[in-house]
């Protein structure tokens, strides 16, 4: 998820400029239409216009079509109804392997924990049947991009790939790592090609392994992230996994909001096994960083990623939410509720999509999904339950 240093960036009470990431329009929308310096409003659908960063004027529509009145408050049919049908996955991250940034390679059990296998069965249990495992690349690989595994800690991120998939459910290996190492934007795509690889070789007669290229690209030459996603596909097909799925994620933050306009470029990318799925991420607070507890509205959810919808059915392309969640309340709680309704609505484009976060460190994280009492769990298991494959 994005970084919470953004969220110290916004104050409480009204104010006359949107901020960074903030919404500034859409249909219904009362706030303010101007963004604070740097940034400028950018349209992504009907219902939702964002502050991006680049100095230019307020650009709060761009299409020529008919819009609804005002006072609609249901988002936009899609540009086809497919009839209503059942996600194929429907999960949670589990965090604590990527814990402890900046501190490598860290002790376990101080600066980073590897997931709870019990918690997992427990969800598990409840029906859930994919699970992103996020870890730390300079952990994994602490010299350099291409240099051998670190093996007590891959042996440890194997055990919980091992558990899930071993249950028949996916796992997704996840580099948490915003396209960079050790904070540096990676630049090398040979290099990244040759991690890649390497991982991959690992895991290649696992089909039920999913690989995700790397979390949340973000403030990146959008053609480098494009490139890194192709020689992440490239060097994983290399190694001999040709069975598994590919999660590619996009530039600022992935997110879902924004795709696109963001992210038009990734349509270009190719897969020999036909297996590539876009992963977004969408929060439902004010400046879509999963930062704050409360929600735009109760009907933010599918108004976010109407548009990414329209994007993946245009290029015929398949998608997946990687993150997503929403606080301990009702407005979030029927937020949540829309957006689930619309990617199953949907799930010709949808396959899934993974709540953030389960993992043993969250203690009383807004979002845990850690059963039995993370607040995540506790005020949207049942929900969530409700949309199981």
Known sequence: MKSS???????????AQSGPWQQCGGIGWQGSTDC???????????????????AASTTLQTSTTSRPTATSTAPPSSTTSPSK????????????????????????????????TSAIQTLINDGYNIFRIDFSMERLVPNQLTSSFDQGYLRNLTEVVNFVTNAGKYAVLDPHNYGRYYGNIITDTNAFRTFWTNLAKQFASNSLVIFDTNNEYNTMDQTLVLNLNQAAIDGIRAAGATSQYIFVEGNAWSGAWSWNTTNTNMAALTDPQNKIVYEMHQYLDSDSSGTHAECVS????????????????????????????????????????GLLDHLQDNSDVWLGALWWAAGPWW????YSFEPPSGTGYVNYNSILKKYLP
């Open 5 to 15: 240093i953004l969220a110290s960036v916004f104050a409480t009470g009204a104010v």
């Open 36 to 54: 604070v310096s740097g940034y400028h409003c950018v349209y992504q659908n009907d219902w939702y216009s964002q502050c991006v960063p680049g």
């Open 85 to 116: 049908g059942k996600l194929k996955w429907l999960g949670s991250n589990e965090s604590g392997a990527e814990f402890g940034e900046g501190n490598y390679p860290g002790l376990w059990g101080k600066h980073f924990i590897f997931p709870s």
């Open 298 to 337: 109760s009907t933010i959810g599918a108004q976010r990623v109407v548009g990414a919808t329209q994007w993946l059915r245009a290029n015929g392309k398949l998608g997946v939410l990687g993150e997503f969640a929403g606080g301990a309340n009702a407005v979030c709680q029927q937020a949540v509720t």
């Open 363 to 366: 203690g009383d994280y807004m």
